[in-house]
């Protein structure tokens, strides 16, 4: 199962864009990449997901390297209300007991 | 919170008292799934559901039991909590699990946290 490796914090000036890398480098063809994040004791919300194209819509942009290797969400005028912590995921094959593998993310911090 | 809800929101017990969490969805997906969420591990499968009684084990299954037998529930039960089950539980659902892409989405309810004193 292809697993991700995300820098452990960050920061970011409020109306700037964030820019959260993940690498997956051993993602298999077939394996989407999803976004998650995490407001301070709230549950997950998800932000996106992607195949191979960039996606985007009303909360972020996902740009995924050609080879698949790793992938970027970006959150292109951070709020306040960003502050949280940014999971990336790859979904694991069917038929295994674990569907996402959540990581301990990256705490992001928009500052003021 | 996509039309799940977890019950209760908090709860303190002690140890080796039985405790049940319960998760009601009204999007009628298939699948259901209980987590832990604890400092320096992240998200952890416990238990998951593919359907009324049909259930599977996920990473940290030990000590915990599940139960569904109406698509809308899904019970998380600690026979005999131990302080060690001390921790926030999310509850997720989705439409499948067996096609990549939104299907695959998981929606999350805003977690229980309990405590085993």
Known sequence: DAKTTQPPSMDCAEGRAANLPCN?????????VY?????????????IHGLKNNETNEMASLI???DRKSSTLILPHATLRDTAVYYCIVRAPPNTGNQFYFGTGTSLTVIP | DAGITQSPRHKVTETGT???????QTENHRYMYWYRQDPGHGLRLIHYSYGVKDTDK????DGYSVSRSKT???????????SSQTSVYFCAISE?????????????GAGTRLSVL
């Open chain 1, 24 to 32: 997956h480098s051993t993602i298999s063809g077939n394996e989407y």
């Open chain 1, 35 to 47: 976004w998650y994040r995490q407001i301070h004791s709230q549950g997950p919300q998800y932000i």
């Open chain 1, 64 to 66: 995924i390297t050609e």
């Open chain 2, 18 to 24: 039985p405790v049940t969490l319960r998760c009601h």
């Open chain 2, 58 to 61: 996920g990473e940290v299954s």
């Open chain 2, 72 to 82: 809308e529930d899904f019970l998380l039960t600690l026979e005999s909590a131990t």
């Open chain 2, 96 to 108: 499948s699990i067996f096609s990549a892409g939104p299907k695959n989405i998981q929606y999350f």
